[in-house]
């Protein structure tokens, strides 16, 4: 019988992915250009709703026992599948390579004695061989880990605000508040929800393996909410300290020299092994025969290469285009799984899908270029496809099963 995952194994699992510095600068992003009392209700909406899209993505996986990319077959066909497969596999393969030069940025700030090129090579390398090892293998290692990253974080973050740092950053802007303060209510909502909903074409690679699927998924999408929130909150300490976006200096604000490269090690490489393990399970949904980890350590490989390209300039866009592909799949997804209770396939199904979703692609092409815009173009671009995609729904209640 296939050894299934527990709970505490998927929360240690997304309470790392969420551990990042991209979570951090993403804080930053917020704090530097928000007033201070208007962030924290559209923060927390933002990640609620990217929690709760986690959950029911993840929840398909762990009740059908496939991968994340295997899930959406019977929804958009066997082709529509590998498309959105292969786009994921892209994705992935980037999204590992700007997490791998943020770390080793960072890092470079820390005044370590060896490159970026070099800090590039050696974190894709821990990454190769947490990915060939296996998750299962490395669970007692996972744990200490998580259990050491939890503790220099509490202290980052106890150190950041003991230093006044939010309260005060917001005062010592003083006479440039008005021109600082750019982003409105929806517009810190979006990038709240932003990388929560990139991980949705992911994490049924692993509630597929899990024990109770309605008790880990949950499990899981709340592990990651609560530390995507607590990064967020150190990102927003960041952006008030006085040390514009530079992590580094921040780290070495808090006194943390030592401590802060290893937080910056771990939580590059407990982030990257998941999304690259994931690459690896895409791939496989693309062509069945290829190995996942074998996979997942020829794109750690190709990451590093990117990562000293220099693929971080294009780091915001990039966020921006992976959720305009990605949440409308998601919506119809979700309507045609818990909606359809007729389970109705074929080609006409799947081209209307496909379509449903090309039009919440479309709509977040448009909106996303619209300041503040009521509801987000990430949201607006789900209740499109969704709506789209129920009309099926809704025409086949009208015919006999």
């Given at each position: 019988m296939e050894k299934r995952t527990g709970l505490f194994t998927n929360a240690i699992i997304w309470f790392g992915v969420a551990v990042s510095v991209s979570e951090i600068e993403a804080g930053i992003e917020i704090g530097a250009e928000a007033a201070p009392g208007s962030l924290w209700l559209p923060l927390v909406l933002g990640h609620v709703i990217g929690g709760l899209f986690l959950f029911f993505v993840g929840l398909i996986g762990a009740r059908i026992r496939l991968n994340a990319?295997?899930?959406?077959?019977?929804?958009?066909?066997?082709?529509?599948?590998?498309?959105?497969?292969?786009?994921?596999?892209?994705?992935?393969?980037?999204?590992?390579?700007?997490?791998?030069?943020?770390?080793?940025?960072?890092?470079?700030?820390?005044?370590?004695?060896?490159?970026?090129?070099?800090?590039?090579?050696?974190?894709?390398?821990l990454i190769a061989l947490w990915v060939f090892v296996g998750l299962r293998r490395f669970a007692k290692v996972t744990t200490i880990v998580m259990a050491v990253l939890v503790v220099l974080?509490?202290?980052?973050?106890?150190?950041?605000?003991?230093?006044?740092?939010?309260?005060?950053?917001?005062?010592?802007?003083?006479?440039?508040?008005?021109?600082?303060?750019?982003?409105?209510?929806?517009?810190i909502f979006e990038i709240s929800m932003a990388l929560p909903l990139s991980w949705l074409p992911v994490i049924s690679d692993y509630t597929k393996d899990v024990e109770k699927p309605v008790r880990a998924t949950a499990v899981s999408a709340i592990a990651y909410t609560v530390a995507s929130f607590w990064m967020y909150f150190i990102g927003l300490e960041i952006a008030s300290a006085g040390v514009g976006n530079d992590i580094a200096q921040a780290i070495l604000l808090a006194g943390l020299g030592i401590p802060g490269i290893v937080i910056v090690v771990l939580s590059t490489v407990t982030t990257n092994f998941l999304a690259a393990n994931s690459?690896?399970?895409?791939?496989?949904?693309?062509?069945?025969?290829?190995?996942?980890?074998?996979?997942?350590?020829?794109?750690?490989?190709?990451?590093?290469?990117?990562?000293?390209?220099?693929?971080?300039?294009?780091?915001?866009?990039?966020?921006?285009?992976?959720?305009?592909?990605?949440?409308?799949?998601?919506?119809?997804?979700?309507?045609?799984?818990?909606?359809?209770?007729?389970?109705?396939?074929?080609?006409?199904?799947?081209?209307?899908?496909l379509f449903a979703w090309l039009v919440g692609f479309i709509v977040y092409q448009v909106t996303v270029h619209l300041d503040d815009l009521f509801l987000g173009p990430t949201l607006i671009s789900v209740i499109v496809s969704a709506a789209i995609s129920y009309i099926w729904v809704l025409k086949n209640r009208l015919k006999p099963a």
């Open positions: 990319m295997e899930t959406t077959a019977s929804v958009y066909g066997t082709y529509g599948s590998k498309f959105f497969a292969s786009l994921n596999l892209f994705q992935l393969v980037a999204w590992i390579a700007v997490l791998n030069a943020q770390g080793a940025t960072v890092l470079a700030g820390l005044d370590l004695p060896i490159s970026f090129p070099l800090t590039c090579v050696l974190l894709a390398v974080l509490a202290a980052l973050t106890v150190k950041l605000f003991g230093t006044g740092s939010i309260s005060a950053g917001a005062s010592s802007s003083g006479a440039n508040s008005a021109t600082a303060h750019a982003l409105g209510f929806w517009s690459a690896g399970e895409s791939a496989k949904a693309i062509v069945h025969r290829l190995n996942p980890k074998i996979t997942g350590v020829v794109v750690s490989a190709i990451s590093a290469v990117l990562a000293i390209s220099g693929i971080m300039e294009h780091y915001i866009s990039f966020l921006y285009l992976i959720a305009s592909v990605f949440a409308p799949m998601a919506a119809v997804l979700l309507v045609s799984f818990f909606l359809d209770k007729q389970g109705r396939t074929g080609k006409a199904f799947w081209i209307w899908n």
